[in-house]
């Protein structure tokens, strides 16, 4: 069974940074050709923010291109999000995203707070 946790969010300063972190289990972590970090502010649509594919690179929404990094740790199974310079506007649940098979698969969220 796929799993996927997220953690690392909490209450942070504008201007400060946070790192997110998903844990993928049930999955041979070196097979999954892409993932992906979501954004779910209340009341919006849940939104792309970055994707890591292997063997085509990184890509990140214009809203967060040179401020966030998306990365991965083969040896803990982990997707990273680090995200520096933040803004009050980048508040939302944010999700991590595998498709595997056929089959797409979510994260619970963590919550990130930017006060202003």
């Known amino acids: 069974q796929v799993q996927l946790v997220e953690s690392g969010g909490g209450l942070v300063q504008a201007g400060g940074s946070l790192t997110l972190s998903c844990a993928a289990s049930?999955?041979?972590?070196?097979?999954?050709?892409?993932m992906d970090w979501y954004r779910q502010a209340p009341g919006n649509q849940r939104d792309f923010v970055a994707r890591?594919?292997?063997?085509?690179?990184?890509y990140y929404a214009p809203s967060v291109k040179g401020r966030f990094t998306v990365s991965t740790d083969n040896a803990k199974n982990t997707l990273y999000l680090q995200m520096n310079s933040l803004k009050p506007e980048d508040t939302a649940v944010y999700l991590c995203?595998?498709?595997?098979?056929?089959?797409?698969?979510w994260g619970q969220g963590t919550q990130v707070t930017v006060s202003s």
């Open positions: 995203k595998i498709d595997q098979k056929g089959d797409t698969y």
């Open positions: 049930g999955v041979v972590f070196t097979s999954i050709s892409q």
């Open positions: 890591i594919a292997r063997n085509l690179g990184t």
